[in-house]
């Protein structure tokens, strides 16, 4: 029996993956596709993360699609409407026709031979079985985020098992825990931390963020009243494009003013964080971080949600080192001890690149690590295989609108050619820097070995900008000496009659 083919498959369902398939439906009306998806429904991040208090780290208008505006008040919005501004994305364009749940893909393997991956696929069956599935694409374009779903990162505490209470990962969130009254120790100080504390306030007995060196925080409105201005008076679409481009503006102008004068952004981020908690609080302890800004994200507390509790007396911040863990809580290493019945581990996620799955081409395994990034797209040596990275210093899917823009882009012009193949080819370039520079985060440092590296210029950089992406997926010309192009040895440039009846072919 033929596998069932197609032109291209799709890997994950959540923000990057409806984006890629939107812009395939436009600006690749006769290529098939699948979206496969592990998860039981759209959204991906925002359907996994079901903490208190879940939201975007972004605005929205910003992380929303570039095809589709972002109509609620609140441009720091609540992850439930991200997660249906997605449905609603894909319901809408007939996208979701094409999504088949419950896929864990395992395999990729590519044969040059017949220009073409073989994907193996385990299908979660209703009783719980898995059912393997093998599919085959011609392009294999990998939307599956950055980090691992099966569980977030815990460090190796002292003792954990002593505790008596409950412990609980932000990325696992139990349905039932119940914190109302409750001493909840969060530990961490990133943006999931950041999110939680203020959150979990509300109705615990008291929370304090533990934390062993200070993140740099600002405060802005929840809601955008430029824009929600704009919205009244201009079209839907018009009023969406002068905001979004209003925002990306900002966010550029703060990121360069962080790399040239960072000691002054320091000081205005430290000096408006004392404003916030008053006189009297230690703010440098608590709030003033040993790093530049934006040598780590930056978070954002709308409203400032986090200095209000904190002023409230329903939160604490205590900056210190775990030397232990207790039956009641946790030893600290300055003798201090914490007491509490909920301990919550903020401690990060685990990086994975291209979804964990198993890569081979012709017979050869390949170790993202060892390869060079084309673009921050695609990996030298790797056939017809693309991934969306997004932004470190804005929003993910402003990057993700321009891959998915550029892979259409790749694809239309290799038809145009008669090609099949198109493989980024280093030519002597070698590794110069990991795939994201000067970033400090924990969560990239564990990863950034098992992720492809940059050259020492074009088109083997990963650039953090927005504008000089722009131009170079958008209007610079997709042919050019780091790309092979190619047909398979001895056969026609014509897909076979197969490919042709492929399944699954959305209507244009």
């Known amino acids: 029996m033929a596998l069932e083919h197609f032109d291209v498959l799709i890997m994950g369902a959540g923000l990057s993956g409806i984006d890629a398939a939107h812009h395939l439906q436009k600006f690749c009306p006769n290529k098939s596709y699948i979206i496969l998806e592990q ?21 929205m208008l910003t992380m929303g699609y570039s095809f589709r505006p972002w109509t609620s008040p609140k441009a720091i919005s609540p992850g439930d409407d991200i997660r249906d501004y997605i449905t609603a994305a894909a319901r809408e364009e007939g996208i979701d026709r094409n999504i088949r749940f419950r896929h864990h893909i395992k395999r990729a393997a590519w044969s040059s031979e017949e220009a073409k991956w073989t994907v193996d696929v385990v299908r979660k069956l209703p009783d719980g079985r898995d059912q393997p599935v093998t599919l085959t694409c011609n392009f294999l374009f990998s939307c599956a985020g950055y980090y691992r779903y099966s569980a977030g990162y815990t460090p190796e505490f002292p003792d954990i098992g002593r505790f008596q209470g409950r412990v609980v990962h932000p990325q696992a969130w139990p349905e039932d825990l119940e914190y109302a009254g409750k001493r909840v120790i969060i530990i961490g100080s990133g943006a999931t931390a950041v999110t939680l504390v203020p959150a979990v306030a509300k109705a615990a007995g008291h929370v304090t963020m533990l ?84 040598e780590q994200r930056l978070c954002l507390v709308p409203n400032a949600d986090l200095f209000q509790a904190i002023k409230s007396g329903r939160a604490s911040v205590v900056t210190d080192h775990i030397e232990t863990f207790t039956e009641n809580g946790i030893q600290l290493k300055s003798g201090n001890i914490l007491e509490a019945d909920i301990i919550v581990t903020a401690t990060g996620l685990v990086m994975q690149s291209f979804g964990g799955i198993e890569l081979s081409v012709d017979g050869r395994s390949i170790d993202p690590g060892q390869t060079l990034s084309y673009k921050g797209v695609m990996m030298s040596g790797v056939p017809n295989l693309a991934s969306v990275f997004g932004y470190i210093n804005a929003s993910w899917t402003l990057k993700a609108d321009l ?28 590794a110069a820097a990991p795939f994201v520079e000067n970033f400090t985060s924990g969560y990239m440092q564990r990863a950034l070995a098992s992720w492809p590296k940059q050259g020492s210029k074009s088109p083997w950089r990963v650039y953090q900008n927005y504008i000089r992406d722009t131009i170079s997926f958008k209007w610079s010309s997709v042919d050019n000496a780091a790309l092979e192009f190619s047909n398979p040895p001895k056969t026609s440039s014509k897909p076979a009659p197969q490919e042709l009846a492929a399944v699954g072919r959305h209507e244009p």
Not at 408 to 429: A, I, S
């Open 39 to 59: 998860r039981e429904r759209i959204g991906g991040t925002w359907d996994l993360f079901r903490y208190p208090g879940v939201r975007s780290d972004s605005d």
């Open 211 to 294: 934390q062993r060196s200070p993140t740099y925080i600002i405060s802005a409105p929840e809601q955008d009243a430029k824009a929600n201005w704009l919205r009244r008076v201009l079209p839907a679409m018009w009023a969406y494009r002068l905001s979004r481009w209003k925002n990306v503006a900002f966010m550029t102008y703060i990121y360069q003013l962080s790399q040239r004068f960072p000691n002054f952004m320091k000081n205005g981020i430290i000096k408006k964080v004392a404003e916030e908690l008053g006189p009297g609080y230690d703010v440098a302890l608590h709030f003033t971080p040993r790093y530049k800004p934006w």
């Open 403 to 430: 891959i998915c823009s550029y892979v259409c882009r790749l694809l239309n012009f290799m038809d145009k050619k008669g090609m099949r193949q198109v493989t980024p080819n280093n030519r002597g370039q070698t």
